[in-house]
């Protein structure tokens, strides 16, 4: 693999990353939302589920790329 080429991967994997990072930010702020709209309700919970394993699957990944890209 050439110079150029490894650049192109790592500019990749750097966009990825900072893809992962904003959507964890947005699902995060809208948990918060959600809490706020749906106080003591159960239905919080029920939306907020899905979207809390979505969050754990983006700081997985993310992770993952973290250690590829020696962040």
Excluded: C, H, W
């Excluded at 709209?37 to 939306?47: H, P, Q, T, V």
């Excluded at 809390?52 to 993952?64: A, M, N, V």
């Amino acid at each position: 693999m050439n110079d150029m080429e490894s650049l192109r991967i790592e500019n990749q994997n750097l966009r990825k990353y900072i893809t992962l990072v904003l959507a964890e930010m947005e699902l995060i702020q809208r948990v918060g939302e959600i809490k706020q709209i749906f106080l003591n309700s159960d239905d919080s919970e029920r939306i907020i589920t899905p979207i809390l394993e979505r969050i754990s699957r983006i700081k997985s990944e993310r992770s993952d790329l973290q250690s590829r890209i020696s962040l």
